[in-house]
């Protein structure tokens, strides 16, 4: 027979699983402290929903289906552009900020890694004002919820989208030079960004600051004071205000540590407008969350708004908390196994019953059936008596009553 | 105090790049060239070494490994592992290019028959100058296609073009140079800024 094993990574055992939950329970759990509400989206969307949007998701690399009508669909490859939508065509939403977070499996397929078609993003989306003090809690979120997963040491790198674009405007590039460019820079390849913006006709200062973008990475302060060499027009000096002015309020969460600037940050997707930002966790070598301002997307949809989000990669999350050793999964199997004789059923399973309702997990057996789980407490229902193990110490009790009572003290001790 | 590990390429990449870590004063104590030894570390104990096959290095620091990889340049490009590339090291000077039978010059075709160590470059190259091929991948003798009929062209690392002469091949294209290059992955960059930028210094100066 053919096993028709799926080579993807996606914790189908019941141990990968529950670690995954508590995973996605924290993300959960934080968000919903910032004031953020869950929302979901569509699996199918119109392939023309992305292929009309530049710069977004590359045609490629998503999974297209047809429905009956002949249409074309896509499998949902990013979950911002149908949110953007959404809120966009429901104006009256507007009135007030709306801050949204999801946990939706996103499905993308490329030649280099044909086995992951599928992964997981718990993102959020900020709707509302431009204001560096949104921009800046947005960021603080993400700090606080990779504080949550005990990461020792994360970065979070920040620059703004508009900083290359403005250089860029300045000159008079064909789109395959722009590309190859913006790949020296992503790759702070400056040995061969010399001799390559030596072959293109721009002018001497852009030039120079072009070539200064991949050194402009690390301290705050300190690049603060770097790029100010660079800025060419007025329009970049609000760029660099911009970024100053929200670091000015992350450093008033206390958060600086977590922070480096880093101008050859660009974003493949194209609808970013002013701050992007990255998230690395040591030895992981791609972003474990990505996200910026995109003010412009929602003009697609005839509504312009000021909008900001990020989205973790969660199976890269799960990859670095396995790899640093943080995803043990603490809890036992069940909490109690009870034992008992036929004679004893009636007491036993209601026993359980009421256990259950408290909230315990419970397994009940025959005492001939052998059970390989390890719980944290063993009840026997034998003919003449009760019993209660824990830790290899018996203590009879003849009620229910009773062993409620042996449960409380047992819990009392621990806390 | 944590350590940066480097990932380096067995063979002539390890021993130039040790003797030139030598120079800016980090002593690598237990490195003889015959030790069979995989993993080293310098006297103060502030770097790793790993020694692995050069072609495996861009893996090692793309997924994190180790933090930086000292490598030639025709195994970044193949790989097209997504690190920072941030020094040429010049050393390993050599380049790619594409050859054929002497006396052959490069035709298009409907479709060209490409041999090569390297198919994600000769895709690469023939892509840009849009030309359909088919690639062989080889492991070794590259420059025996051609002759036996194999592939119409190769593509390949030469460093004077000796060999490729002496097998009745001849140069017709340059694709790019290559040397020796430094990569860092991306994480690490971000998480040991400090430590990997003072030793990317340290090399630098010695390299000026």
């Given at each position: 027979m053919q096993p028709y094993v799926i080579d993807a990574n996606n914790g189908s055992s019941v141990e990968d699983f529950q670690i995954r939950e508590n995973l996605i329970t924290t993300l959960k759990n934080r968000f919903t402290t910032y004031g953020y509400k869950q929302v979901r989206t569509s699996t199918f969307e119109y392939y023309d929903l992305y292929s009309t949007?530049?710069?977004?998701?590359n045609k490629d690399e998503m999974i297209k289906v047809i429905d009956s009508g002949g249409k074309v669909l896509v499998l949902?490859?990013?979950?911002t552009i149908p949110i953007t939508r959404m809120i966009a065509l429901n104006k009256q939403h507007l009135s007030d900020n709306l801050r949204l977070f999801y946990m939706l499996d996103v499905f993308r397929q490329s030649v280099e890694q044909a086995d992951e078609k599928e992964s997981t993003q718990a993102g959020i989306e900020y709707f509302g004002e431009n204001k560096p003090e949104v921009d800046s809690e947005v960021i603080m979120l993400a700090i606080h919820t990779l504080k949550d997963l005990d990461f020792s040491n994360f970065k979070i790198e920040m620059g703004h989208a508009g900083f290359f674009k403005e250089l860029i405007s300045q000159t008079t590039l064909s789109q395959a030079e722009i590309d190859q460019l913006q790949i020296l820079i992503q790759s702070k390849n400056i040995v061969e960004m010399e001799p390559f913006l030596t072959s293109l006709s721009i002018n001497e200062d852009v030039k120079k600051a072009i070539q200064m973008i991949p050194l402009l990475y690390g301290d705050p302060a300190h690049v603060i004071q770097q790029a100010k060499d660079i800025i060419l027009n007025d329009e970049m000096e609000v760029l660099l205000q911009n970024l100053i002015e929200v670091y000015e309020v992350i450093k008033d969460y206390g958060v600086e540590d977590s922070i480096v600037f880093n101008f050859g940050l660009i974003n493949n997707m194209n609808y970013y407008s002013g701050i992007i930002f990255q998230g690395f966790v040591a030895n992981?070598?791609?972003?474990?969350l990505m996200g910026g301002r995109y003010d412009n997307l929602g003009e697609q949809y005839g509504t312009g708004m000021p909008a900001i989000g990020f989205a973790f990669e969660v199976d890269l999350l799960l990859h670095a908390l396995n790899q640093q050793g943080l995803?043990?999964?603490?809890?036992?199997?069940?909490?109690m196994i009870i034992y008992y004789e036929k004679l004893k059923q009636r007491e036993a399973l209601s026993t359980a019953f009421r256990l259950r309702e408290a909230g315990y997990q419970v397994l009940t057996s025959l005492s001939d059936t052998n059970n390989t789980a390890s719980p944290t407490y063993i009840v026997s229902y034998e003919e003449n008596q009760n019993q209660f193990l824990l830790n290899g110490k018996k203590t009879e009790f003849s009620s229910y009553a009773d062993l409620y009572e042996l449960l409380r003290d047992e819990k009392g001790e621990v806390t | 105090m944590s350590y940066i590990t480097l990932a380096l390429a067995k063979g002539r990449t390890a021993k130039s790049t040790i003797t030139l870590l030598e120079n800016t004063g980090i002593q690598f104590k237990d490195f003889h060239e015959d030790s069979r030894k995989l993993v080293f570390y310098d006297s103060d104990k502030t770097i790793k070494v790993v020694f692995v096959k050069a072609v495996d290095v861009p893996t090692y620091v793309e997924k994190g490994a180790a933090d930086i990889g000292i490598v030639g340049k025709d195994n970044i490009l193949e790989s097209q592992a997504d690190v920072y590339e941030m020094l040429d090291l010049k050393l390993g000077k050599c380049k790619f290019v594409v050859a054929g039978k002497i006396g052959s010059t490069l035709e298009k075709k409907q479709k060209l028959t490409i041999a090569s160590k390297y198919p994600t470059i000769a895709k690469k190259f023939f892509q840009k100058i849009n030309q359909p091929i088919e690639t062989v991948k080889l492991?070794?003798?590259?420059?025996?296609a051609p002759l036996i009929g194999l592939a119409d062209y190769i593509v390949d690392i030469v460093e004077t073009g000796n060999t490729i002469n002496e097998n009745g091949l001849t140069i017709l294209e340059e694709i790019e140079d290559i040397s020796t290059r430094l990569i860092v992955n991306k994480a690490s960059f971000a998480t040991k800024s400090d430590n990997i930028r003072q030793f990317i210094n340290r090399l630098k100066s010695v390299l000026e």
């Open positions: 949007i530049s710069g977004t998701v949902r490859p990013d979950v992981v070598g791609k972003p474990v995803s043990d999964d603490q809890n036992p199997s069940v909490d | 492991n070794g003798s590259v420059e025996l």
